[in-house]
């Protein structure tokens, strides 16, 4: 399903990702998943982390990926997903949930402006030098 998933984002299917992700998940604390199943396997993921914040002197949760099979989409899995992260915020003592979004993503943003609101910051991504 993360292969789907990588797709779906414009990513080739990669064993190598797919592994180190894993690893990640099962051999540390760095990256979490949550997973909802039902008679027919898997249907949907999410992948969160902790972050310190340091301005505030709190934790947050950072959510990496969300994803549900198209087959199961409208069924309210991303909205489970969501509502049990946001749900660790009262009982983890988070001071917030984070995550991002493309602009485009209207299905998406219909949904996670349900949760939270959108932020004022600007992301940026710098990529080493080659």
Same mark, same amino acid.
Do not use: K
């Given at each position: 399903?993360?292969?789907?998933?990588?797709?779906?984002? %414009?990513?080739?299917?990669?064993?190598?990702?797919?592994?180190?992700?894993?690893?990640?998940? +099962?051999?540390?604390? +760095? @990256? =979490?998943?949550?997973?909802?199943?039902?008679?027919? %396997? @898997?249907?949907?993921?999410?992948?969160?982390?902790?972050?310190?914040?340091?301005?505030?002197?709190?934790? %947050?949760?950072?959510?990496?990926?969300?994803?549900?099979?198209?087959?199961?989409?409208?069924?309210?899995?991303?909205? @489970?997903?969501? +509502?049990?992260?946001?749900?660790?915020?009262?009982?983890?003592?988070?001071?917030?949930?984070?995550?991002?979004?493309?602009?485009?993503?209207?299905?998406?943003?219909?949904?996670?402006? =349900?949760? %939270? +609101?959108?932020?004022?910051?600007?992301?940026?991504?710098? @990529?080493?030098?080659?």
């Amino acid at each position: 399903m993360f292969d789907l998933y990588r797709e779906s984002a %414009g990513y080739a299917p990669s064993p190598e990702v797919s592994a180190r992700v894993w690893s990640w998940i +099962t051999a540390s604390e +760095t @990256l =979490q998943a949550l997973v909802v199943e039902d008679h027919s %396997g @898997l249907i949907g993921f999410a992948h969160y982390r902790h972050f310190p914040r340091p301005i505030v002197g709190d934790e %947050g949760l950072y959510l990496d990926d969300l994803f549900t099979r198209t087959r199961a989409r409208g069924r309210g899995i991303a909205r @489970l997903l969501l +509502t049990h992260l946001r749900g660790e915020l009262s009982h983890g003592g988070f001071g917030i949930l984070r995550w991002t979004t493309l602009p485009g993503n209207e299905p998406a943003r219909h949904l996670y402006e =349900q949760f %939270g +609101t959108v932020s004022p910051s600007v992301t940026y991504n710098a @990529l080493p030098e080659r």
